[in-house]
Nanobody, 123 residues
Framework: VQLQAYGGGLVQAGGSLRLSCAVS????????MAWFRQAPGKEREFVAS????????QYSGSVKGRFTISRDSANNTVDLQMNSLKPEDTAVYYC?????????????????WGKGTRVTVSS
């Protein structure tokens, strides 16, 4: 398995949750890492990304200021810290890897996908 996301669960609105994605070493060292999510009946949407060096991050407007993406080079993991969660954050969250930042917000530009982890935020 090249990407494996975990950490989802049920949380009340206003709470926090931390997702992690274990990434194979080869992919981790050479790819931009991102998180996407897909709510029931909706298209998959970009959440956040971080460059190979970790020096540059990007967030969707709906999560900026609440979510933080980071990468741990020692463990080859990419984390998504989610705070102040809202019911509209309910979705299956996917980690993904891209060879460049070119249109990083588009799912079609991802080279690798992990299986999703479900996040449910209750009101």
């Amino acid at each position: 398995v090249q990407l494996q996301a975990y950490g989802g669960g049920l949380v009340q609105a206003g709470g926090s949750l931390r997702l992690s994605c274990a990434v194979s070493r080869l992919i981790f060292s050479s790819h931009v890492m991102a998180w996407f999510r897909q709510a029931p009946g909706k298209e998959r949407e970009f959440v956040a990304s971080v460059t190979e060096s970790g020096g540059r991050t990007q967030y969707s407007g709906s999560v900026k200021g609440r979510f933080t993406i980071s990468r741990d080079s020692a463990n080859n993991t990419v984390d998504l810290q989610m705070n102040s969660l809202k019911p509209e954050d309910t979705a299956v969250y996917y980690c993904a890897a891209a060879s460049s930042t070119y249109y990083i917000t588009l799912p079609i530009n991802m080279n690798y996908w992990g299986k999703g982890t479900r996040v449910t935020v209750s009101s």
